[in-house]
């Protein structure tokens, strides 16, 4: 019975510490599409890259968020 047990307990293991990849989902990649564009005409126009790390976050956060919002029929503004 502890075989069978110690056997369960190390499967456990092996499933909790295998890492799964999920792939990029659509909203992803346009978060990434966003920020990237975001972030290259924020520094040319001479802001830091702090700055421009923390407004394009917000700003792409926010388009993400409304589109999935409009996407699963929520209120829409």
């Known amino acids: 019975m502890a075989k069978i047990v ?42 830091g890259y702090t700055h421009c790390e923390m407004k394009c976050d917000e700003d792409c956060s926010a388009k993400e968020l409304k589109e999935l919002l409009n996407e699963d029929g929520g209120p829409s503004s």
């Open 6 to 47: 110690a056997f369960f307990v190390m499967c456990m293991v092996l499933v909790a510490t295998m890492k799964v990849e999920a792939e990029p989902d659509e909203l992803s990649e346009k978060y990434a599409a966003c920020f990237n564009t975001c972030q290259s005409e924020c520094q040319a126009s001479g802001n």
